[in-house]
């Protein structure tokens, strides 16, 4: 892992793209809470910077840390990057953890088979690892919006009665959320990308 204390190349790009207007925390999820104005320049500073940035500047990004991973995978959103699938993919794979929400979304905006077989297998392997603390109900959410938006039944099996889900949630009672209830936040942050990427769209096809 590359670190922009140590890596001038990193630093440099995390000062153009990942803490300009404090992006990297409001991509945690707080600008939800934006509005007016606020929102609407934290959207045309977001989709400036995922049309300007570089495929090669967004892998640099990619071996920083978690600011610039989730930085990054918004981005790569934004600008429907789908070759940025399987480095994405990786990352999830590897223990997303706290600050695997970003992939998620990510993934879920591409919207394909193949995403929603990233999030599977990340279920199938961190949905037996409680002993990791993570709250796994993210992905699990991420994946219910997926089948919602393609038609698709891919969470069922794990919700089941005595499923991977009831498995985990017995063994992390304290973290336990609903996923159905959950994916409501899910949903939204899925419709902002989306906004996002269609201003991204428009904005490319002018020019």
Same mark, same amino acid.
């Given at each position: 892992m590359r670190s922009a204390n140590t890596?001038?190349?990193?630093?440099?790009?995390?000062?153009?793209?990942?803490?300009?207007g404090r992006r990297y925390l409001r991509l945690g999820g707080s600008f939800l809470r934006l509005s007016g104005p606020e929102r609407e320049l934290f959207v045309r500073e977001l989709v400036q910077a995922a049309g300007e940035i570089t495929p090669a500047e967004l892998g640099i990004l990619?071996?920083?840390?978690?600011?610039?991973?989730?930085t990054a995978s918004w981005l790569v959103a934004v600008a429907g990057r789908t070759e940025f699938r399987s480095r994405i993919g990786e990352l999830l794979l590897a223990g997303g953890g706290p600050y695997g929400a970003?992939?998620?979304?990510?993934? $879920?905006?591409? =919207?394909?088979?193949? &995403?929603?077989?990233?999030?599977?297998?990340?279920? /199938?392997?961190?949905?037996?690892?409680?002993?990791?603390?993570?709250?796994?109900?993210?992905?699990?959410?991420?994946?219910?919006?997926?089948?919602?938006?393609?038609?698709?039944?891919?969470?069922?099996r794990y919700?089941?009665?005595?499923?991977?889900?009831?498995?985990?949630?017995? $063994?992390?009672? =304290?973290?336990?959320? &609903?996923?159905?209830?959950y994916r409501q936040v899910v /949903?939204?942050?899925?419709?902002?990308?989306?906004e996002c990427a269609e201003l991204f769209a428009r904005t490319e096809t002018r020019r």
């Open positions: 890596d001038a190349e990193l630093m440099d790009l995390v000062r153009r793209f990942v803490t300009p990619f071996e920083g840390g978690w600011r610039e991973r989730r970003a992939y998620c979304i990510t993934l $879920a905006t591409f =919207g394909t088979s193949a &995403d929603a077989d990233l999030l599977c297998r990340y279920l /199938d392997r961190y949905l037996l690892r409680p002993d990791l603390g993570y709250d796994q109900t993210f992905p699990l959410s991420t994946l219910l919006h997926l089948d919602a938006a393609r038609g698709t039944d891919r969470a069922s919700l089941a009665a005595g499923g991977l889900w009831q498995q985990w949630s017995d $063994a992390m009672p =304290g973290m336990v959320r &609903d996923p159905q209830e /949903d939204q942050l899925c419709s902002f990308a989306s």
